[in-house]
């Protein structure tokens, strides 16, 4: 040990170092701050704003927010029945573009993770990911085009078109999960499960899905939350339907009206809250 | 086709302007009348409320070097869209002042974007003007600090949406109808009531469309002007609960019959063109891009009358560069910026003099713009408030954000 690293070690710098090598726990908290910060400030902050928001009214005229306190919008939210019908659908939509995902998601995830040779692999990731460098308005627009009555599919607007759309739209973010849990999953097992008998479809049920359950809750999650939000899809192809979406876009964008957009918002969070309370339950957050 | 613009206008409406609306609409053009004559509506609405008290400017400095603009898309082109369409660098040339535009889609996002006390200078529709007035965001404006405002139509000025009490509160910019489109291999015969879009047994079922605003119920009720009298409908946005009902009812059987509500006019274009729709209602603009692109397609002023817009130029009561603010005013009604805006943008301009500088010499014949009868038709949009715009004390009419709930109830 020489005089000068002797030196160079008493220097701040390498105390600071010292001390944050010996104290782990303030290294770690340091080390998240910063993370945390945009998580709590952020997201949860905005939350709040937004629940808050959703206590108070507006200057109907003026456009002024009234900050003080009332359940008006939570009550106009549950007495309507428009709004019932309108949360209910946003739920079947976001149900059924999950289960289509899905439905094309799995046997595609699979055969990219299984079947594909290496080099295809990394090709088919690439063809996968490349419908999410295309804007969302040129995607939906092109779909417009092709529903339209003389176009390629022709079958018109209105709430199936919706779910197409959103379906093709999502898809990429049910096939990536998928497609890791696959990854992750030895070949060996597959394997095993033949030499014990189980043909194609009993693998599938007891061996492939159970462990990659996890995988998909992690993809439906994308899709259903990215389903429930959505308003832009609605507006190109949905005829004369709507969803929560434009409710919130509607209340904040025609009316001015940002306490009852904030009520309307709370809808999705809610019903959010409940898929993943309800996933938990599952046990497929554990394994994520 | 006109060399100037992407957007080809062809003309192929006749137009029914008499010798005597002719004559009408030279004497606008040639009259430098100044002041409120004829023009002046005292629409009782004015009365309503009572904007916060503001001087307007009593004389104008030298430009601060910069303006800060809100927009509606197409409203100050500075080339980048079209290099030959271009009224924003000539005028930094001519003024001095830099011009900074920020395109808002929504007249909402504009009542919020002229909040943030940011911005100069906004081109207020008449759903938005009346609110920044109410709530002191824009100030009263010194029309005589304005030299090209003398050439304005009468029609458009110290109109319920742009001014209170007798007091401007911006400059109009241009106006435009909402009218009635059809595809002509479709729709037989050609149809001349709104009736045709409101007809629960319409053959047309599932292939007509509306504007999907909560402003459109203001379609429904001038429909009902004439339809059911007995309602005692004035003004198509001075609705009480028994009108507006009547309205709202009117919608929602309308909506049986409707394929789609649009917003964007790609959309509509899109639609009349394959034959997804093919009534409702629609922009002259809109009608000839459609017709450009070859839609069998026609448009009329139905004889109900219309609905329409019209839009006003406002200065913030904050502007941090007023002088720049009111020089931009000047310019954006000045005949050779207004031709350009109009016929870019494919609406009326509000200058007379315009009309002489349309690259299109018939131009403003297409869009009726020395046409006051036709104007004297269309209902523009102003923004319902609770004091009813039609006068009556005696009831409550309702209020935007109400429009906005039933129209989310109309659409289901």
């Known amino acids: 040990m020489t005089t000068s690293a002797a030196v160079g070690r008493t220097g701040p710098r390498a105390r600071v170092a010292a001390f944050l090598h010996r104290h782990a726990r303030v290294r770690l908290s340091l080390l998240l701050s910063a993370p945390l910060a945009w998580l709590g400030l952020a997201y949860l902050g905005a939350l709040a704003a937004l629940f808050v928001t959703a206590f108070w009214s507006t200057d109907t005229f003026t456009g002024d927010l009234i900050r003080t306190?009332?359940?008006a919008n939570f009550q106009d939210l549950v007495t309507g029945d428009v709004y019932r019908t309108i949360a209910l659908r946003s739920l079947g939509v976001a149900v059924a573009v999950t289960l289509i995902d899905l439905i094309v998601a799995f046997p595609m995830a699979f055969a990219m993770a299984k079947l594909a040779s290496p080099r295809a692999q990394r090709w088919l990731v690439i063809l996968v990911l490349t419908p999410l460098w295309a804007s969302y308005l040129v995607k939906a627009?092109?779909?417009?085009?092709?529903?339209?009555?003389?176009g390629v599919l022709g079958w018109g607007y209105g709430l199936g078109a919706t779910i197409a759309t959103l379906s093709y739209l999502w898809l990429p973010y049910m096939i990536l999960p998928i497609y890791a849990g696959l990854e992750r999953l030895p070949s060996s097992l597959l394997d095993a499960a033949g030499d014990l008998g189980a043909r194609g479809w009993r693998t599938f049920r007891t061996v492939v899905w159970p462990l990659s359950f996890p995988a998909v809750v992690a993809g439906s999650i994308f899709t259903f939350s990215l389903s429930l939000g959505d308003y832009i899809t609605v507006k190109i192809?949905?005829?004369k339907s709507q969803l929560i979406g434009n409710v919130v876009y509607d209340n904040?964008?025609?009316a001015n009206n940002l306490p009852f957009a904030a009520a309307v918002a709370t809808v999705p969070v809610v019903i959010m809250l409940v898929y993943l309370a309800a996933v938990r339950r599952t046990g497929a957050l554990e394994n994520l | 086709m006109r060399p100037t613009s992407p957007?080809?206008?062809?003309?192929?409406r006749g137009l029914a302007v008499t010798a005597a609306l002719a004559l009408a609409a030279l004497t606008a053009c040639g009259g430098s009348s100044t002041g409120a004559a004829g023009g002046t509506a005292t629409a009782p609405g004015q009365s309503g409320f009572n904007p916060p008290a503001m001087e307007a400017a009593k004389s104008l400095g030298s430009g601060e070097g910069q303006v800060n603009l809100i927009a509606w898309a197409g409203y100050a082109e500075d080339g980048s869209n079209d290099p030959k369409v271009d009224?924003?660098?000539?005028?930094?040339?001519?003024?001095?002042?830099k011009v900074n535009t920020k395109v808002a889609g929504t007249s909402d996002e504009m009542v919020n974007l002229m909040k943030t006390g940011e911005y100069d200078a906004v081109s207020a529709s008449g759903d938005a003007s009346l609110r920044l007035i109410a709530s002191g965001t824009a100030a009263p404006v010194n029309t005589d600090l304005i030299p090209n405002y003398k050439d304005v139509f009468d029609g458009l000025k110290l109109k319920p949406w742009n001014s209170v009490k007798g007091v401007a509160y911006g400059v109009p910019h241009g106006r435009g109808a909402n009218l009635l489109m059809w595809r002509t291999d479709a729709v037989t015969p050609a149809p001349d009531s709104w009736g045709v879009v409101f007809d629960p047994a319409s053959p047309h079922k599932g292939k007509v469309t509306a504007y999907d605003s909560p402003i459109y119920i203001a379609d429904a009720a001038l429909y009902l002007m004439s339809a059911k009298p007995e309602l005692g409908i004035k003004n198509p946005y001075a609705l009480d609960d028994k009108q507006f009902q009547a309205a709202v009812d009117l919608l929602k059987q309308q909506r049986q019959i409707i394929g789609e509500y649009w917003s964007d006019y790609t959309k509509e274009i899109q639609a009349f063109k394959g034959g997804d729709t093919v009534v409702g209602t629609t922009w002259q603009v809109i009608a000839n891009l459609a017709k450009a692109e070859k839609a069998p397609v026609e448009v009329t002023l139905p004889k109900e009358g219309a609905t329409g817009w019209s839009d006003t130029w406002m200065i913030a009561a904050k502007a941090k560069n007023p002088n720049c603010a009111y020089k931009w005013l000047d310019w954006i009604i000045s005949p050779t910026a207004n031709a350009q805006v109009a016929e870019w943008f494919g609406e009326a301009p509000a200058n007379a003099k315009a009309c002489a500088k349309t690259s299109d010499a018939s131009f403003c014949d297409t869009f009726h713009a020395t046409d006051e009868e036709y104007f004297s038709k269309v209902h523009f949009w102003t923004t319902p408030i609770a004091q009813c715009l039609d006068g009556?004390?005696?009831v409550t009419c309702k209020d935007y954000s109400e429009w906005t709930r039933a129209w989310t109830e109309i659409k289901g």
């Open chain 1, 237 to 239: 192809v949905g005829g």
């Open chain 2, 392 to 394: 009556r004390t005696d």
């Open chain 1, 141 to 150: 627009y092109a779909w417009r085009v092709m529903l339209s009555a003389d």
């Open chain 1, 252 to 254: 904040i964008g025609a």
């Open chain 1, 69 to 71: 306190f009332t359940w």
């Open chain 2, 7 to 12: 957007r080809p206008v062809f003309l192929t």
């Open chain 2, 87 to 97: 009224w924003v660098h000539p005028f930094e040339k001519a003024t001095g002042c």
